[in-house]
């Protein structure tokens, strides 16, 4: 429905915060033209409106449209039109703004006759709901979260929980002998029968319905991968008969005794492992799952942090077919390209408000703190024998680093530990004797998660943007201190000084799904509570490290501006603000609200997912 009636061009972007003398003054001159105004004011009707009008004003009456625009950071309304944001302030000021646009209307294409004004349909929010810009998250993976959901091992709390859920599955979805059992999500961290050491194959095998079958679990992380006597077996037979002594960038770990492999494998060395890949129809069936999630918590746009060729052509095929609502900005999989790939394969980014980007890399240097894998410099605080994986070596990672910059791609770097942080943070250093440039091609570190202090400081002044992910510290908070000792953990999970330290004020939030939940909202708790779901943290009901936490002004900017800023969109998205897409999120209650406990965000729900002005899920 276009309630303009024509394809006019639409109004002009304003900002409706002006002062007085200007609002007063497009009052006369409304007046002085003799033109009537027309407004349509309605009450939200007892079943949600899911489909809107080209144009109207949304209102949340007592500045509860929360924009993050510095100009204007909380209005009554906005005005929309068509896809866009056009004008933002009063429910006076937005009218204001529709009536310039209806008489510069009328006099280009209607003779200046007042009947050809349109009303302006006006929507109220629920008493106590807020409205937000489009949540985004600016590090996940959408295909495997998919995949995860069909078998839930991230529900388990001890290894019982585990091999009671394979077994289960297992009895509702009996496999041929020969298919693989592929799942994702154990956490051995969590479990309460065993003493946090990683499984074995053997107790796989404990349990005669999964014995015989070729099983392989990736580890919440998908950093380590547990496979079962049979996959153990299949994958000795397709590495001709034994398993090599040392993995680069990896491990198989071994038996103390016997030397045999106990069946985990970590990190490169999970290549080894012959898991047939998935079909294009599973692929699809998980990315519509994620997209369906995706939008029911308020997401309307997914940074895809290791996008392989085929990842990429199906979101392609899903935009072509209408049926990609959310906006992914995808990071190629540096790791999954062939040498023929890597000289083929193009930037591909047709607009900023495209719903299918690509115009960077992801690397890899490290593993995860949870399996021992993230490169110290120093030795594990309980595991002294251990520093952790370096899948790139600093060398190679320079020559990547290089090859990708030089092509002008994006460059995105995984670092968890000091160790890697350190190299990626060297590599950007030396890709470039102007410093100015490197900021400006807005290179990135994902997760960023354990530094040096002096490396904090200088990941801003090199204008590297470190991209965490909040729920990161809840979940490892438990035990990593004890993996790290009481020195490196001040360097750890270090929000506030990332953010303090930023060149530009940015730190982009991203969750990681499907190592955590997909729900923003968890997110933006951990940022601003430091807690677990629970309410309580190693440190007490204040926080674990509270001087690290986030205002939740800086939150709701780390997962909106500071997103579209990381994926060079800020000038269309990440904000309500006239001029940018009308991508926003309708809350129940009021997260914003310093007043109200923790605790309430997470009891908050979202009512509506509006994207390009249309409502894509819920309803107004």
């Known amino acids: 429905m276009d309630t303009h009636g024509n394809d006019a061009r639409p109004p002009r972007p304003r900002s409706a915060s002006g002062s007085g003398r200007q609002v007063a003054w497009a009052l006369i001159a409304s007046a002085v033209a003799g033109l009537s105004t027309y407004y349509s004011s309605l009450t939200r ?45 009063t429910l006076n000021e ?40 489009g949540l985004a998250d600016a ?20 290894l019982a929980d585990i091999l009671d859920l394979l077994e289960n599955y297992v009895r509702d979805n009996p496999p041929d002998p020969d298919t693989w059992v592929e799942a994702m999500g154990w956490d051995q961290t969590r479990w309460s029968d065993t003493d946090g050491s990683f499984p074995t194959a053997t107790d796989l095998a404990s349990r005669p319905l999964l014995a015989s079958l070729p099983i392989a679990l990736h580890r ?29 960038g990896g491990e198989i770990v071994r038996n103390s005794t016997t030397g045999e492999p106990t069946g985990i494998f970590v990190d490169s060395a999970m290549n080894l492992v012959p898991i047939p890949a998935w079909s294009t129809w599973q692929m699809r069936d998980y990315a519509e799952r994620a997209v369906k999630d995706a939008l029911s918590v308020g997401l309307t746009s997914i940074h895809d942090a290791a996008t ?12 072509d077919d209408n049926e990609l609502p959310i906006r992914v900005y995808a990071m190629a999989d540096s790791g999954r390209l062939s040498p023929d790939d890597k000289n083929d394969i193009e930037i591909y980014d047709p607009s900023p408000t495209a719903h299918v980007r690509m115009r960077s890399v992801k690397l890899f240097t490290d593993g995860a703190l949870g399996s021992w894998g993230a490169a110290l410099l120093a030795p594990y605080s309980d595991k002294p ?15 990547l680093v290089n090859e990708w910059w030089h092509k002008g791609w994006g460059v995105n770097v995984h670092a968890i530990g000091d160790r890697a942080n350190k190299a990626v943070l060297d590599a950007f250093e030396n890709v470039s004797d102007d410093k100015d440039e490197v900021a400006d091609r807005r290179p990135r570190i994902e997760h960023a998660q354990i530094m040096r202090i002096e490396d904090l400081k200088r990941s801003g002044e090199l204008g590297v943007l470190t991209s965490v992910q909040p729920t990161h510290a809840t979940s490892d908070m438990w035990y990593a201190e004890t993996r790290l000792g009481p020195d490196r953990i ?23 799904f499907p190592v955590e939940g997909i729900n923003p909202l968890l997110g933006f708790y951990a940022a601003v509570a430091r807690l677990n779901t629970e309410g309580k943290s190693p440190h007490g009901e204040n926080g674990w490290f509270p001087s690290e936490r986030l205002t939740r002004a800086q939150a709701l900017k780390g997962m909106t501006l500071d997103a579209a800023y990381a994926s060079f969109s800020e000038d269309v998205l990440g904000s309500l603000a006239p001029g940018k897409r009308a991508d926003f999120v309708i809350l129940d209650r009021n997260i914003m609200d310093d007043s109200q406990p923790f605790s309430e965000i997470l009891e908050t729900k979202v009512k509506a997912t509006v994207i390009d002005g249309k409502v894509a899920f819920g309803g107004i």
Request: hydrophobic share 40%.
């Open 94 to 133: 937005v009218q204001i703004a529709w009536d310039e646009y209806q008489n510069e209307l009328i006099r280009t294409f209607y003779g200046n006759e007042p009947t050809a004004k349109k009303p302006l349909p006006i929507y109220n929010v629920p008493t106590g709901s807020i409205v937000v810009p």
């Open 45 to 89: 009707p007892s079943a949600l409106l899911d489909l809107l009008p080209a144009s109207y004003a949304l209102c949340a009456e007592g500045h509860r449209i929360y924009t993050v625009d510095d100009s204007n950071s909380a209005v009554d309304c906005i005005l929309v039109d068509k896809h866009s944001v056009t004008a933002t302030g």
């Open 308 to 319: 392989s060729l085929e990842e990429f052509e199906l979101f392609r095929e899903m935009d």
């Open 490 to 512: 001040k360097g750890a999970y270090a929000y506030q000084t990332l953010l303090k330290s930023s060149r530009n004020g940015v730190l982009p939030l991203g969750s990681d």
């Open 385 to 399: 024998a251990a520093r952790g994986i370096m899948r790139l070596q600093e060398d190679d990672l320079q020559k």
């Open 220 to 248: 919440v992380d998908v950093h380590a991968l547990w496979l079962s006597p049979r996959a153990l077996s299949l994958t000795q037979e397709h590495l001709n008969g034994s398993f090599p002594k040392t993995v680069p």
């Open 139 to 158: 590090h996940a993976h959408i295909i495997q979260y998919g995949f995860k959901m069909q078998l839930r091992l991230d529900e388990a709390q001890s």
